[in-house]
């Protein structure tokens, strides 16, 4: 008797180990980013002081594949958080979708909304709005909730600064062939 006893309290120690390494698989499947937090904080913009300087610039661009896109229903994502933008650094090379990175286009790089889709940004200090493409993956640096354009941060009136509060809102899933759109309080 002793020994199925024996018997049976590994068997449930086994059982309760395997339960637990479920668990704890599935907690890492949750959704944390951790290839994001391991990467080492460096300062997300460049910038000077004195005036008649250069713009402050974003500073160098950090891809991760551990970003997986997100399925979004359109119109249903809306978040604030922080752009920034990108320009010569990257002109001419190749986005997450395929494509050419144009600084001069009204473009985005998003961590999660699906490539292609139309979104508003709308600059919270100037109520400037701009209806951009998503066409590549970023950012990822700080706590940034988009890239843009250098072209859609001069329109938005934050290129000089680097950084602006900003309203992202999914428009569709899809691209509308239109022309560029922008709206103001007070230009």
């Not at 068997?11 to 180990?17: D, G, I, K, P, T």
């Not at 473009?107 to 998503?134: D, E, Y």
């Amino acid at each position: 008797m002793n020994k199925l006893s024996r018997s049976v309290r590994v068997s449930r120690l086994v059982s309760m180990a395997a339960v637990a390494a479920a668990c704890f698989a599935l907690a890492n499947c949750a959704g944390n980013n951790v290839a994001q937090r391991a990467t080492p904080q460096q300062p997300d913009v460049a910038s000077n002081d004195q005036p008649g300087d250069a713009p402050a610039r974003p500073a160098k661009r950090q891809t991760s594949a551990a970003q997986k896109p997100a399925f979004v229903a359109s119109g249903s994502y809306s978040a604030v958080g922080l752009a920034s933008w990108y320009g010569a650094d990257f002109h001419g090379r190749r986005t997450a979708n395929g494509e050419t990175f144009n600084m001069h286009s009204l473009t985005a790089a998003h961590r999660t909304l699906p490539l292609q889709c139309t979104v508003k940004v709308t600059n919270l200090a100037n109520n400037r709005s701009l209806f951009v493409r998503v066409n590549d993956r970023g950012p990822f640096t700080g706590n940034r909730l988009i890239d843009l354009s250098a072209q859609s941060a001069k329109l938005l009136g934050f290129y000089d600064r680097g950084l602006a509060k900003v309203k992202v809102e999914l428009v569709n899933r899809t691209p509308q062939p239109s022309a560029p759109q922008v709206t103001a309080a007070a230009m």
